[in-house]
């Protein structure tokens, strides 16, 4: 019987082939493009999970309201974690970690890169979390100071097919580590990324050396003896996962004990499992582009499981005297639609093989497209192939019901007498298809459109600084002791405008200060840079009020405030003058305008700045280098950086372009922009694939129709606008049903944005014109066919 239903599913699908093909078509490409989205999903939501003691792993952090601002600090104090080990019960383990960034790690001279997954971390890391060791003892491997792992993919980049393990790594061009294991490269789905591990007790020489580590004011991090926050990531082990609040309590006990109890600081254990999807402060941050990439991905499988369904329902009426035959001769409604079911189920097969095709295909370029990285192993891991299966169990499911039900139902005594008109069979069912084809579509249309708009905006709003060809290089504390003879020597060459140095590129993170209104006494948190007197005319900034005299810019106790930090500070009236406590008094001498410098994503912050006239001060920092746009950018950057070279010969030459590191900031909105403008190709080409089917289902249905029209005077024109109008009709509808839902769903996006478009009424009406020209270009192809035929063979055999 099976074997029979088969034959039977086979030929029928050959015997028509326009019908077969478009049904394949549609249902592998909605296929391939959902597998896609949902593995990238699958993908997010799967962080951490391979970790075999994923749901007892917590990180600490700390809370601390100062002046009304709340302040989230990641970092724990050395003695920290222990401390809570010894005093806590249900602490199982402790495992901190510090991150090097940066740092130029050597094996030779021929292999020395610069690397920023560099990690210290305690010998415990390896038996809290489950990364694999291929080689080394996971209980001793960090167990001793100066020694390291790294990774497969480390090992294979300074030492090749070599055995890495008792070879030598140089840290910084001052600490020798040597090797003792080697991990399998970390999980793309991993919080922790890693390529090299050192054992935490080599910090105890690292962090007194001159090295990229900012230590804080107290001195060496690692000699700190207070508990609290401090420099280090702190993950426990829990005995249970139900202990945290217990946990919580028996902190907070533990600082009050202590002199390190400060009733403005709370401390919360958060689980690693919900790290990934969550900022800093327990906001949302990665959340909202994984559910649009999900419904993304449900409604494009829709719409290919509807479009099977359209077409399928469509050619009901071609198989209704099977049907009725079938029942004269005994067939249960069960039994057909058991058959029809089965004829799905190999349609669903042959398409998901197909799916599986272009998927290896499309799979390089559509990971790449949006910036993603995925492993290997996770898409042959079981939750892939768990997600794959239940793709595959859906589709079938939904796609082979609707069509079984109503073919197994026909009436074999209407059937045969021959009372099955066209538009039974479930015309209202195709009809509401197409609607909701074209409404996913139109509003994947208005989203796109919509995310370039915001996404050109941003990239092209004026921030109040000049960022076209600056060159910005990262100085090391060496080179920073010779900051002016490196700028001097680079601003003397041709096609160099200006040099300035900063203790901090723009775009990161700030050092932070707090000082009081001198207006209100309230507490208020400014952000700090420190500058040359070459800063302001590198970059181009702006004055608000520019000093009196601007020979004190510079001199003595000055500084140079935002408008955000005059509004904060509530000094409107007079800002020029006034004193603040920023560690020692600080006169404002000028007030420039506002520029953002960090991402557009918030408004522009209080800022002050410190300009120096010594750059050896800032031990560090970067040089912001503006380039003539007319010179050879590529040569000067080799100028450069053979300059560079003289001054930190052991350390590879480092650069960014300004414009290129505001344009990283919206790497999750140029994501988000690829990936509408490709789905909602998707989508159309779906959708259109869908209507051309039920075009020429409707063309077949009524020849002999459009034959009696011809021979009774009906123009071509008047045959195409027959067929197109219907179909137009349905276009518009779900235009009117896209609008409001995809103004909503915009709008609400937009929110997140300080400085955002307004949708305009042009995006709507363009993204309906555009669906509208689609479906009269898909129809007329087939229409304007029919049209054109000779009436005398739709009426032969009348």
Not at 92 to 106: C, F, H, N, P, S
Not at 397 to 414: I, Q, T
Request: overall charge positive.
């Amino acid at each position: 019987m099976l074997r029979n239903h088969l034959i039977i599913a086979w030929r029928n699908l050959w015997r028509h082939k326009i019908y077969g093909f478009t049904n394949l078509a549609g249902l592998a490409s909605g296929l391939a493009v959902s597998i896609l989205i949902l593995l990238f999903v699958a993908h997010e939501l799967t962080y951490d999970r391979f970790h075999t003691q994923a749901e007892r792993i917590y990180r600490v952090v700390a809370k601390i309201n100062y002046g009304g601002n709340m302040l989230q600090m990641m970092g724990m104090s050395a003695p920290f974690g222990p401390a809570v080990q010894r005093a806590v019960p249900e602490v199982q383990g402790v495992v901190r970690l510090r991150e090097a960034r940066r740092i130029v790690v050597k094996a030779d001279p021929q292999h020395r890169f610069f690397e920023d997954k560099f990690i210290f971390a305690d010998s415990s890391l390896f038996t809290v979390f489950s990364f694999v060791l291929k080689q080394g003892n996971a209980r001793t491997v960090l167990s001793r100071p100066g020694t390291v792992v790294i990774s497969d993919r480390m090992a294979h980049k300074y030492f090749g097919d070599a055995n890495p393990i008792g070879k030598t790594l140089t840290y910084d061009n001052k600490h020798t580590f040597e090797i003792t294991g080697l991990a399998q490269n970390p999980p793309s789905n991993s919080t922790l990324d890693f390529d090299f591990v050192g054992s935490f007790s080599s910090l105890a020489q690292v962090e007194k050396g001159e090295n990229s580590f900012i230590s804080d004011d107290d001195g060496i991090p690692y000699l700190q003896n207070h508990l609290g926050s401090g420099s280090y990531v702190t993950y426990f082990l829990l005995n249970a996962s139900t202990s945290q609040a217990k946990v919580e309590k028996s902190i907070l006990k533990l600082l009050q004990k202590t002199n390190s109890y400060n009733k403005e600081e709370q401390y919360t254990i958060v689980p690693l499992l919900g790290a990934h999807l969550q900022n800093t402060f327990g906001r949302s941050s990665e959340v909202l582009p994984i559910y649009i990439s999900l419904g993304i991905a449900l409604s494009i499988m829709l719409l290919a499981i509807l479009n099977y369904m359209s077409l399928t329902t469509a050619q009901a009426t071609k198989r209704a005297k099977e049907v009725g035959v079938r029942k004269v001769m005994g067939a249960s409604r069960s039994e057909l639609a058991v058959q029809f079911y089965g004829e799905s189920i190999l349609t669903c097969l042959l398409a998901f093989g197909l799916a599986l095709m272009l998927v290896q295909a499309l799979q390089p370029a559509f990971y790449n497209l949006l910036g993603l990285r995925i492993d290997a192993n996770f898409l042959y891991s079981p939750v892939a192939s768990l997600t794959l299966l239940s793709l595959l169990v859906v589709c079938a499911l939904l796609a082979g019901s609707y069509p079984a039900l109503l073919l197994s139902r026909f009436s074999p005594v209407a059937v045969l007498k021959g009372k099955l008109g066209i538009n039974q069979g479930g015309a209202w069912v195709r009809r509401a298809f197409t609607v909701f084809q074209f409404a996913v579509s139109v509003g994947l249309i208005i989203g796109s459109l919509v995310v370039q708009q915001q996404l050109n905006f941003v990239r092209n709003r004026k921030l109040g600084f000049y960022k076209e060809q600056v060159l910005v290089v990262p100085l090391d504390a060496t080179t920073g002791r010779h900051a002016g003879a490196v700028k001097n020597e680079i601003r003397r060459q041709t096609g160099v405008q200006q040099v300035a140095a900063a203790s901090s590129t723009l775009f990161e993170g700030y050092t932070l200060f707090f000082t009081k209104s001198p207006t209100t006494n309230q507490d208020v948190m400014l952000n700090f840079l420190q500058v040359d007197e070459s800063f302001l005319n590198t970059l181009d900034l702006a004055w608000k009020i520019q000093p009196e005299d601007k020979t004190r810019i510079g001199t003595g106790n000055t500084i140079i405030i935002n408008e955000a930090a005059v509004k904060k500070l509530q000094i409107e009236e007079q800002p020029i003058g006034q004193v603040l406590k920023l560690g020692t008094s600080n006169e404002i001498v000028g007030v420039l305008k506002d520029f953002n410098y960090s991402p557009l994503h918030k408004e522009v912050e209080p800022l002050y700045l410190s300009v120096v006239k010594d750059t050896a001060t800032m031990a560090g920092g970067c040089l912001f280098i503006r380039l003539d746009p007319k010179s050879d950018i590529p040569q000067k950057v080799a100028a450069i950086g053979a300059t560079f070279q003289k001054y930190q010969p052991e350390k590879p030459f480092e650069y960014t372009f300004l414009n290129d590191s505001f344009n990283a900031l919206y790497k999750a909105e140029d994501r988000l922009a690829k990936m509408f403008a490709a789905f909602t190709g998707f989508a159309i080409f779906i959708a259109a694939l869908g209507l051309f089917g039920l075009v020429t289902y409707m063309a077949e249905t009524r020849t002999k129709e459009i034959g009696i029209r011809k021979v009774l005077g009906a123009s071509a024109s008047s045959i195409v606008a027959l067929l197109s109008r219907d179909f137009c009709r349905l276009v518009i509808l779900a235009n009117l049903i896209a609008w409001p839902l995809a103004w909503w769903v915009m709008h609400r996006w937009l929110e997140n944005y300080p400085y955002r478009i307004t949708l305009s009424w042009w995006t709507f009406i363009a993204a309906g014109l555009g669906a509208l020209l689609i479906a009269l270009l898909t129809i007329s192809f087939q229409a304007i066919k029919t049209a054109l035929d000779n009436p005398v063979k739709a009426l032969r055999n009348e």
